[in-house]
């Protein structure tokens, strides 16, 4: 399992670099194009808008599995041994509900919004949300992964 996230990882933060450039890219033309044209493309601010949103749950899970995501640790510094253990496993299931309703509910959203379309790009709006249950099954698996670790870890080297 190690390895298909190992895996995974590459590809999203591949993913990531890639949205992060074309919205730099499309972003700098749009501000080229409307002072030296006095012209800005319909579609660039809408796809540089969708790219951000993009970006935004494809580097959610990278931040999950390096532990970035900022935390209130006023409690969990003051814990040790079996009560922080506890701690982290009641904070991973938690989680485990949380990206559970998000995949769900991204992919209901992701349904209804099939048959919309975006006003300047033209395409289903479905193609923007699909990235919503993505993110976080990925934050999922990861979580999952974490859980299974602290399982492993002797009370007393949980950190």
Not at 62 to 81: D, F, K, P, Q, V
Request: proline share 4%; aromatic share 14%.
């Amino acid at each position: 399992m190690s390895r298909l996230l190992n895996l995974i990882d590459t590809l999203l933060k591949r993913l990531t670099i890639v949205c992060i450039a074309l919205m730099l890219v499309i972003v700098f033309a749009q501000v080229i194009t409307r002072y030296c044209f006095n012209y800005t493309p319909s579609f660039g601010e809408e796809l540089s808008r969708y790219l951000f949103v993009w970006t935004v749950f494809l580097s959610l899970p990278l931040l999950a599995r390096s532990g970035g995501h900022m935390a209130i640790e006023t409690l969990t510094n003051r814990l040790h041994g079996a009560k922080l253990k506890t701690c982290r496993l009641l904070a991973d299931v938690f989680s485990f509900c949380f990206l559970g309703i998000m995949v769900w509910y991204g992919c209901k959203m992701m349904l209804l919004a099939r048959f919309q379309t975006s006003p300047a790009m033209l395409i289903p709006m479905s193609y923007v949300y699909c990235v919503i249950p993505f993110g976080c099954f990925v934050m999922l698996l990861y979580t999952i992964e974490n859980f299974i670790k602290v399982i492993r870890t002797p009370a007393d080297e949980v950190k």
